[in-house]
């Protein structure tokens, strides 16, 4: 099981606390691997996007309008956190429902 977030996020902190057998990547140093970002816009769609971050309200509105990929390529920071992978199984953030499927 692999989470990507940011270390400084108190959410991925939380998630990775129960999560005692997960790796972590921070998305700031390492970027996020180009197919899991596409399989997870492809399955998350808009929602992979962190609309309410201070980072997507500092983008000019005609980045706002660029390709997510690509946006997330350039700001690592605008992923809705965390996404987890285990073992092909995609989850975004860390609501009751991520929580209930992967802690049981």
């Given at each position: 099981?692999?989470?990507?977030?940011?270390?400084?996020?108190?959410?991925?902190?939380?998630?990775?606390?129960?999560?005692?057998?997960?790796?972590?990547r921070d998305v700031r140093a390492?970027?996020?691997?180009?197919?899991l970002a596409q399989a997870a816009l492809a399955q998350f769609g808009d929602a992979l996007l962190n609309r309410k971050s201070t980072t997507w309200r500092a983008l000019p509105?005609?980045?706002?309008?660029?390709?997510?990929?690509?946006?997330?390529?350039?700001?690592?920071?605008?992923?809705?956190?965390p996404l987890i992978d285990d073992g092909g199984t995609l989850y975004l953030g860390w609501g009751a429902d991520t929580q209930a499927a992967l802690l049981g």
């Open positions: 099981m692999i989470l990507y977030g940011l270390k400084t996020c108190d959410t991925c902190r939380k998630a990775l606390k129960s999560l005692e057998k997960a790796e972590f390492e970027g996020l691997p180009k197919d509105d005609d980045d706002r309008s660029r390709d997510p990929l690509a946006l997330l390529t350039d700001h690592p920071t605008l992923m809705k956190r």
